[in-house]
Structures are given as structure tokens and as C-alpha cells.
Nanobody, 125 residues
Framework: QVQLVESGGGLVQAGGSLRLSCVAS????????MGWFRQALGKAREFVAA????????YYADSVKGRFTISRDNAKNTVYLQMKSLKPEDTAVYYC??????????????????WGQGTQVTVSS
């Protein structure tokens, strides 16, 4: 069982930056690919970014490529999402996720085994 707790969300103006953090419980963090998903009001949850167990491979949705960066610190059981050049359409609840397969699978299938409670990101125009 993996428990995930996100933090770092908030209100920011368009063009601004935020960094989300997700702390995972348990000793299996380094064995799991991690990812971020988001869900805007009235829309389906969508894939944002994923990172492999070692951190060597990363995957991004086209909508955030070049603006968002996913990273992880296995010593701290933490995964991050650095978000820059934020746009109003980035407004959503952001969820941290962990999976038992691969980061590429998370990106392609949009599925995962564990997720956190989410953190709200609001970008004003």
C-alpha cells in the first residue's frame, strides 16, 4: 500500500510559477514510477507527467511540454512538479500518482494504482 500526500497548490497569475510536491509513504517509493494527473472542473482526469523509478526517463502531455518539469528524490520519497509559464487552462486539481508498471505505461494508458487527495491549482488571467 502506498499513501501519497500532495502540497504546493495555490492561486497564481498567468505567467507565474508553482512547484507541487508529493510525499509517499512506505519503503517501496524508489521501485515505483510516479506521475501527475489533473482534473479541471467538469472534465475528465488527464495525464500531465510521469517519471521512471530512477528518474532517468520522463514523459509529458503535449499541453505542458516545455513548461512543466517532473523530478523525484528517492531519498526523500518525494516527487515534484515544477510548473512555469502557467496559463488559465492549467487550472485544475492536481493528483500525484504511483503505479506498478512503468512511467511510459502511465503516460500512454493514463492509468495508475495509487493516488493522493489532490491539490488545487488556480491560474488567474
Amino acid at each position: 500500500q502506498v499513501q501519497l500526500v500532495e502540497s504546493g497548490g495555490g492561486l497564481v497569475q498567468a505567467g507565474g510559477s508553482l512547484r507541487l510536491s508529493c510525499v509517499a509513504s512506505g519503503r517501496t517509493f524508489s521501485s515505483k514510477p510516479m506521475g501527475w494527473f489533473r482534473q479541471a472542473l467538469g472534465k475528465a482526469r488527464e495525464f500531465v507527467a510521469a517519471i521512471s523509478r530512477s528518474g532517468e526517463s520522463t514523459y509529458y502531455a503535449d499541453s505542458v511540454k516545455g513548461r512543466f518539469t517532473i523530478s523525484r528524490d528517492n531519498a526523500k520519497n518525494t516527487v515534484y512538479l515544477q510548473m512555469k509559464s502557467l496559463k488559465p487552462e492549467d487550472t485544475a486539481v492536481y493528483y500525484c500518482a504511483a503505479d506498478s508498471s512503468t512511467a511510459r505505461a502511465m503516460a500512454v494508458t493514463g492509468t495508475y494504482d495509487y493516488w493522493g487527495q489532490g491539490t488545487q491549482v488556480t491560474v488567474s488571467s
